[in-house]
């Protein structure tokens, strides 16, 4: 699919030009005019448009400090986009109930944070109350769950559990495939685990949700070469069995250029080239010239 988007002039067309373009039946996401500014007014994102395609893996890479988290967090409502600039399937997201959007788009971060033990209360506090910004009453509720919750099933019964389904054995046996892992895993409590297994159960539960779009903020980063590999495996696999559209920041171009269909390059807060990874030498943006230079 990425090389049709090519083939039909792909700079012009997933650089959208402007807010009013109609939805494309081939688009999974689409961003216009997306900022954001910090509190001590700095531009972070400068007017960001781009169609994301369904199925494909899209890197984005740029310098450090080039707002490429804060694009990606924009995309399932970790900050609050302004309405009118992130639209999921046609529909602008923040007409979308939150907890049903995240479970659309679902995230993996740098670093897994697994349910079990009294160290993740306090970060667990800070995720629901701060970032989701739960009312008490439905806060209380998934604490108590997550007391209890401790072994790596317990994990990944954990959204469906909101949503008043309980998966089967067999059903998490299922997840823990798709996301490389055998059976042994089930009853494993996370302190059993390397960072790698780890991820890779943070990606299972994020899968029970059955999203459409997976992002990820650098999931490997924190890796060995091996588990960083199973990862990637596990990534181009969902895309080619289940069609899911994945949105990936890395610093790393050589991983982007293994596993990615389009490549996103962001610098200073604007997409300024999307190209397909073997395209990257032709990016014409000087910073994003001089990036690509020092990172190879």
């Known amino acids: ?35 954001r500014v910090s509190d001590k007014d700095v531009r972070i994102l400068s007017k960001v448009n781009v169609d994301i395609p369904k199925g494909v893996i899209m890197g984005v890479i740029g310098p450090s400090g080039s707002g490429k988290s804060t694009f990606l967090r ?22 979308v109930d939150v907890l049903s959007l995240r479970r659309k788009v679902g995230m993996l971060f740098q670093l897994p944070v697994l349910f079990e033990g009294n160290i993740y209360i306090y970060i667990y ?7 989701y910004e739960l009312k008490l009453e439905d806060f209380v509720v998934r604490f108590i769950y997550f007391v209890i919750a401790g072994t790596v099933a317990d994990n990944i019964r ?21 996301a490389d892992l055998d059976s042994s ?3 494993k409590s ?10 890779r159960v943070a990606l299972a539960r994020t899968l029970a949700n059955e999203p459409e779009v997976l992002l990820l903020d650098e999931p490997t980063s924190a890796l060995d070469p091996i588990s960083t590999q199973n990862i990637e495996d596990v990534l181009v696999k969902l895309k080619k069995d289940r069609g899911m559209t994945i949105v990936m920041v890395s610093h790393s171009i050589k991983q982007i250029q293994r596993i990615a269909d389009l490549v996103c390059l ?31």
């Open 185 to 187: 895993f089930y009853s």
């Open 74 to 95: 924009a995309l399932n409502r970790l900050w609050e986009p302004p309405s009118g600039t992130v639209f999921l399937d046609g529909v602008d997201i923040c007409e």
């Open 190 to 199: 996370g302190g059993e685990l390397s960072v790698g297994q780890a991820q």
């Open 125 to 131: 506090i800070y995720i629901y109350i701060y970032i």
């Open 266 to 296: 962001l610098v200073n807060g604007e997409i300024v080239e999307i190209l397909e990874p073997h395209r990257l030498s032709e990016a014409k943006h000087p910073m994003a010239q001089t990036f690509l230079q020092l990172s190879n």
């Open 158 to 178: 954990y959204g469906p559990q909101l949503m008043g389904k309980k998966l089967s054995d067999n059903e998490i046996y299922k997840l823990l495939s798709l």
């Open 1 to 35: 699919m990425a090389a049709a988007f090519i083939a039909d002039g792909a700079r012009e067309h997933l650089l959208a030009a402007a807010p009013e373009i109609a939805h494309s039946a081939n688009t999974k996401i689409e961003v216009r005019g997306l900022t």
